[in-house]
């Protein structure tokens, strides 16, 4: 008898939390579909790099799931000031666009939007319109020059991002 109780508990416990998880995934507009991918440092087997030899790029989306409109990447940021309403960074908005590219190429289905999750802040949609793609193509050809070059201009005005650059010491551009 005693068994049964504790089983019965277990049971009411666990559908609490699975209604508090689905609650709170709809509150963060994240849809419902299966989980296909996910890149997590506590897993025992790394998923697969993605990659595109179309445009030379490699990836790993923080998570892919497949519903009946496609499948979405999922990018999770740990930011503690997102953009204000609703944006995405720019960089962030590269990320996505890029990893909308590799599961289209990876996976030969459709990829109606990414996601872009800022800490417990709704998602945020990344559309791959025309235009979107094509800014992306035209960032990855930059990079492409750029890394061809000798020299590269500093493309910012911020100290905290000279700071953090793997770059800093040889930069004769460095704002620190």
Same mark, same amino acid.
């Given at each position: 008898m005693l068994l049964l109780l504790a089983a019965l508990g277990a049971l009411v416990v666990g559908?609490?939390?699975?209604?508090?998880?689905?609650?709170r995934k709809r509150a963060l507009r994240i849809p419902d579909g299966d989980v296909v991918y996910q890149d997590h440092e506590?897993?025992?087997?790394?998923?697969?790099?993605?990659?595109? =030899?179309r445009l030379g790029l490699r990836g790993k989306p923080d998570c892919l799931i497949r519903n009946a409109d496609g499948i979405i990447p999922v990018e999770l940021k740990k930011s503690a000031r997102p953009p204000a309403r609703g944006g995405v960074y720019p960089n962030h908005l590269?990320? /996505?666009?890029? @990893?909308?590219?590799?599961?289209? =190429?990876? @996976?030969? =289905?459709q990829v109606p @939007?990414?996601?872009?999750?800022y800490g417990n802040e709704e998602a945020?949609?990344?559309?791959?319109?025309? =235009?979107?793609?094509?800014?992306l193509e035209g960032i990855?050809?930059? /990079?492409k020059r750029a890394r061809g070059s000798n020299?590269?201009?500093r493309s910012h005005q911020?100290?905290?991002?000279?700071?953090?650059?793997?770059?800093r010491q040889s930069c004769d551009q460095s704002l620190v």
């Open positions: 559908v609490l939390l699975l209604r508090l998880s689905q609650r506590s897993q025992r087997v790394s998923p697969p790099t993605l990659v595109s =030899e590269i990320q /996505v666009l890029a @990893y909308i590219v590799l599961v289209r =190429e990876h @996976y030969g =289905e @939007y990414g996601l872009v999750l945020r949609k990344v559309h791959p319109t025309p =235009e979107n793609i094509a800014w990855i050809a930059e /990079v020299t590269v201009d911020q100290i905290s991002r000279c700071r953090g650059c793997g770059m």
